[in-house]
């Protein structure tokens, strides 16, 4: 059996080769482990990652003062809003109804996770945008404006 003896020239563009994939193998897991932890902080402080595996989701919403001296529209934090009630007659001057139709119901947000039943948590997603509105302190069938649109809903 022969053996090849490779040139000093050759021996040190391997070895540049294999520290050069090194590098790359490096930067490729930072930039994989910052891009996975960047979009994980980024979606809990925003609020696009919901932790359903926590006892304190499937607790059942309580009344409180959440809205208290709040004024209507204004974001009560994890996508929740208060609701802004209007008049039948304000309604019909200002945001008439789909040509000739009812307004539409807003959807019960626990409905719409599938974990509500007949009980109702209060919570009532628009059926124009994604907004949930805590209407725990209104009553069923109030006429409520959806402000990101400028289009009214009924509270079911």
Do not use: W
């Amino acid at each position: 059996m022969m053996r090849v003896r490779l040139t000093e020239q050759l021996r040190n563009q391997i070895e540049t080769m294999k520290t050069k994939f090194s590098i790359a193998c490096a930067v490729i897991a930072a930039a994989t482990f910052t891009f996975t932890a960047g979009n994980a902080a980024f979606g809990q402080m925003y609020g696009g990652q919901k932790n359903t595996t926590s006892s304190t989701a499937a607790a059942p919403a309580k009344p409180s003062d959440d809205t208290k001296g709040l004024k209507p529209g204004a974001s009560l934090g994890g996508g929740k809003f208060v609701p802004i009630t209007v008049t039948a007659e304000e309604a019909a001057k200002k945001y008439p109804p789909p040509s000739g139709k009812s307004y539409p119901n807003g959807m019960d947000e626990q409905v719409l996770k599938g974990s509500g039943t007949a009980a109702h948590s209060g919570f009532i997603k628009s059926p124009y945008s994604s907004r949930v509105y805590d209407c725990r302190k209104v009553g069923a069938g109030t006429l409520l404006l959806d402000d990101a649109v400028k289009k009214v809903f009924v509270r079911p």
